[in-house]
């Protein structure tokens, strides 16, 4: 079984799937605000809950974090698949 990976917006990926932080497509305060609650390249995340409109929720470094979709939108990640 091999891994296919693909580079997504954070908000495309669905309950239960992982991927790695890559980049951010937002301008300095934003970015900021990001590394600040954890979200750094490198660092893996998991989607734990997307509805597909409205706010998700992300874990990150152990933390449930809660982000706007247009916040999601801008963060880059490798998607994991199985």
Do not use: C, Y
């Amino acid at each position: 079984m091999s891994l296919i990976h693909s580079k997504v917006p954070l908000d495309e990926l669905s309950a239960g799937e992982a991927g790695t932080l890559l980049t951010f497509t937002a301008g300095r305060q934003v970015t900021n605000r990001l590394a600040s609650l954890g979200f750094t390249p490198g660092v893996g995340v998991s989607m734990t809950q997307n509805l597909g409109r409205g706010p998700l929720i992300v874990t990150v470094r152990g933390t449930r974090v809660a982000l706007g979709r247009g916040e999601a939108a801008k963060i880059w990640v490798e998607r994991q698949e199985r």
